[in-house]
């Protein structure tokens, strides 16, 4: 991660949101809290290597209507929600959305804990992933048009005399068009490349 990790609290119970602040300050995890999801929205921190605790019932937009923005702003930013026992159905319903884990009130601190540093690996883990499949979309893009042809033949398992007579090249034209592209897209082998364009074409 570019940042160190930081947790957004959002719950409009004073108690309970100093009570969270003061577990994850004491777990030395970065903490930020907020009074409802509107102030939260409004605020607009920064998302990266972040996650957020938020409660269900508060005035203003609900946890889960948060959760539902969020994801159409297309954040994926990991969500647990803190539920009463009264709300386990919306809490289910938070699982639809999209939310990382729910947690029943009262809960235990060390469960919370976990929860928390799960979701924020989780993050981080989905973030490099994400950066790297930018980054090989990058190399693609800076391919000459008869390198891309030439790298889709690769990709699809054609040899290079198969690509030659499909472009209608010699095989030795195709070897130059080969090397160049694979110092472009920064691949060893074969398998390299077909592993990042495959990775780099998952939507």
Request: glycine share 6%; aromatic share 4%; with cysteine.
């Amino acid at each position: 991660m570019s940042r160190d990790p930081i947790v957004y609290v959002i719950d409009d119970d004073e108690a309970a949101r100093h009570s969270l602040e003061f577990l994850l300050d004491c777990a030395g995890i970065r903490v930020r809290a907020f009074v409802s999801a509107d102030a939260f929205l409004t605020a607009s921190p920064p998302l990266a290597g972040a996650c957020i605790v938020t409660d269900v019932r508060m005035p203003g937009r609900s946890g889960i209507e948060l959760v539902e923005e969020m994801k159409r702003a297309g954040a994926g930013t990991p969500v647990i929600v803190i539920t009463g026992h009264a709300d386990v159905p919306l809490a289910i319903q938070a699982m639809h959305a999209g939310v990382a884990d729910f947690i029943e009130k009262p809960f235990d601190d060390e469960m919370m804990l976990a929860a928390i540093r799960k979701a924020l690996a989780t993050h981080a883990g989905d973030e490099v992933i994400r950066m790297e499949r930018l980054a090989v979309r990058d190399r693609i893009a800076s391919l000459s048009g008869r390198e891309l042809e030439v790298m889709e033949g690769l990709v699809r398992g054609d040899a290079n005399k198969a690509i030659a007579f499909d472009l209608g090249i010699s095989a030795r034209t195709v070897e130059v068009y080969r090397a160049n592209l694979m110092m472009k897209m920064q691949a060893k082998t074969l398998s390299d490349l077909v592993r990042m364009v495959t990775a780099a074409r998952i939507v």
